[in-house]
């Protein structure tokens, strides 16, 4: 009882305040303007399609940029450098094929996993998360992109077959 | 004298040390829960790690105690001839050490945060059907731990007290330190949440240097014990005066002329040596044996925590005791 209690304050305060904030306030600069989107091709995660990315990940940048009525930048490059720009606040979205045991996660901060892959490795079945990547301590801007890919785990998975083939 | 056996506690001190057997079991207890708690809501958060690993951390100098606990009244043997009250100290020392470590630690690692002007990110959770931001959840979590801490410090203090036990002090400062600096955790994850990104780190290296100053006492308490410092006030520098008082009870006795005291602590009990100066008017052999017993179980009711005091006749003072204790004393009187 006493935790539901706790559970609506939570919901309340992060409702009624709009906490957590931005600390460069990305959320609000990319509501009504532009969502700055790097990406690396790596099918069926992210696919290149001339002018931007598509793919699964290239939906969710394109459903996070439709939610905020924005329009996206596409940069094209390999993953280091992305990342680099991405921890110094150039971007505002990394989509590389990303998995959750990325060694990328101290520099840029990794999203809950949208989908889990299931692959056999010699033999093993093992369980990969993927994420895309956010600048870290933007944290209403990650809340945002977080609760977009909850609400949409369920056709991103379909995406993920529907693409490979 | 009962220099050959182990010390004895005091009824009611004896029920004390009952009570310091249940507190460190019960501080284990709730540490590796709230360490369970924490463990579950980490996340990215390089706070919430620091959190997590002081509970680890605190739990250790209880489980110290509770096996010193085990050694200390044993009976002295062939090895260790001074008996085992020291193990104390041992559990003294784990404390003292633990408590500066989580200090420092603390210290550098809000420090480089700073310096790199690092962002903490923290996403989201999803519990019973509502994703809720994580911070909320650590902010609940680190309540729950600090609650935890808090409580055991309150309960320690009067029973390190009691039992003038400067081990079980010292938990109950590290336990203190530990509620502390999960306050400042949580205000650093508020301060996070209104998008101040310094907030985590600065808060976090504010309270470290408390923790490291609260360490740094204990350890020089420690090795003042391991210097056989005279005995000390509990959580404090100053010397106590029961010296004084043992030489003043001493010199007012018919048989003595003169006489010098020297203490030491020895885990929870104060041992030490009284030389005395006797009147050597015709005092035979065997009415100096009876005096010098009779006078070692009457200085040691003076107080509870006396054990294993030797009675020691020299013929004089200089060549045998510490001269400081006699010339400071009578500085005190002039002082006086």
Known sequence: MQFRLLLYIALTLTTACGLPRDTEGTLDRVRGGTLRVGFVVDTPWVTATGVGAGGVEGAIAAELARGLGARIAWI??????????????????????????????????LTRPYYVDTTTVHGERTEVPHVVAVPPGENAWQVYVERVLESRKRELAAMRYAVAR | MSVGRAYAFPPEKWEARKKLRKLSWLSIGSLLLAAVVIGLTVG??????????????????????????????????ERFPEGYARAISVAFLVTACVLTMIGLYLLYDSTMKLVHREHPPIGTIVLFGHQLWLGWVMIAALTFSAAIGF????????????????????????????????????????LVAFGLWWGDAAAAAFISIEIVRDGWKNIRQVIGDMMDESPTKLGERKLEPLPYRLRAEVRQLPWVKDAAVRLREHGHTVTGEVFVVPRRDGLSAEQLLQETERTAERLQRADWRLHGLMVVPVRALEETSPPRVAQREESRDAAD
Request: charged fraction near 20%.
């Open chain 1, 76 to 109: 094209h490059a390999s993953e280091t450098p992305l990342l680099q720009k991405l921890h110094d606040g150039e971007l505002d979205l990394v989509i590389a094929g990303l998995t959750k045991d990325s060694p990328w996660a101290a520099r840029a901060s």
């Open chain 2, 151 to 190: 409580t055991l410090g309150k309960l320690k203090t009067p029973v390190a007290k009691q039992l003038h036990s400067k081990a079980l002090q010292a938990e109950a400062d590290m336990n203190r330190a530990e509620w502390l600096s999960e306050g400042a955790a949580i205000v650093g994850i508020v």
């Open chain 2, 44 to 77: 990215q958060s390089q706070a919430m790690k620091t959190a997590w690993l002081s509970d680890i951390l605190t739990a250790v100098p209880p489980l110290a105690l509770l096996i010193s606990l085990r050694y200390e009244l044993r009976e002295p043997s």
